[in-house]
């Protein structure tokens, strides 16, 4: 997404396309991956950050807040549509990546 177009809070990450562009199903835990959750889990607290998971306030969208990875905590929100377990591989992927940075510019 270009910078500035997602609400104040999202980050201004590139997001997954989605499946399904109106979908009336709600955002559901339950159907994503448990490898996916871990991993990002796992990667995040590994480099000292937190993620949080919710639903919006109409329970139609995936809430995914992160601390620790960039500069500033930040939250997105996806779709029921969208490739969830592939954003969550995206965070894993950026932590592994930050981890390997620091430990290159350890002395």
């Known amino acids: ?23 009336r199903e709600p955002a559901n835990w339950e159907t994503v991956p448990a490898d996916a959750i871990r991993d990002c889990i796992v990667q995040i607290s590994g480099i000292g950050g937190a993620v949080r998971f919710g639903y919006s306030r109409d329970g139609g969208a995936y809430s995914i807040g992160v601390y620790g990875l960039d500069t500033q905590p930040f939250t997105d929100y996806l779709r029921p549509g969208d490739d969830v377990p592939a954003y969550l591989d995206s965070l894993a992927d950026s932590a592994r990546r930050s981890a390997a940075s620091t430990k290159r510019q350890e002395p």
């Open 1 to 23: 997404m270009k910078p500035g177009v997602n609400s104040p809070g999202n980050s201004d990450n590139v997001k997954p396309k989605r499946s399904v562009l109106f979908s």
